[in-house]
């Protein structure tokens, strides 16, 4: 199992990285998945919004963009995350900037573990996984 954090553009590493990685791993396991390899890329909103537009053809600026690489029930994937639209949401939501980083980094391990946020339904769905994840960070 791996899960490795590193940075584009920007110099940033989260703080308890080993506590971020048990609770990571926690929450694959509760859902009955196990880590294979998890790469958190955290960078600016120009660098996401590149790779928004060269691999999913979106033009607009966005928080998260996940690469699902796994295989049944052991999880891979890169998270990307913009570090910017972290503290903007923050701000927006009335929030630390560190809860919601973590809401936005177990938000791309859900997507890896199956669950999607097309629909309203999915939505919901998706939101309580990632409240229940949350209070899994102790």
């Not at 996940?66 to 701000?91: H, P």
């Not at 946020?117 to 102790?138: F, G, P, W």
């Amino acid at each position: 199992m791996a899960i490795r954090f590193h940075s584009e553009k920007i110099k940033f590493t989260p703080r308890n990285t080993a506590k971020l990685k048990r609770w990571i791993s926690a929450v694959a396991k509760k859902e009955k998945h196990s880590i294979d390899h998890i790469e958190y890329v955290f960078c600016n909103d120009s660098f996401l919004l590149k790779l928004n537009q060269q691999f999913l053809d979106h033009d607009t600026l966005t928080d998260i963009i996940t690469f699902d690489y796994s295989e049944g029930k052991r999880i891979s994937g890169e998270i990307c995350i913009s570090l910017q639209r972290v503290k903007e949401n923050a701000k927006k939501f009335g929030v630390g900037f560190e809860t919601e980083l973590h809401r936005v980094m177990i938000h791309g391990v859900l997507h890896l573990l199956g669950y999607r946020d097309k629909t309203k339904k999915e939505k919901e769905e998706i939101r309580k996984m990632e409240d229940r994840s949350l209070a899994m960070l102790v």
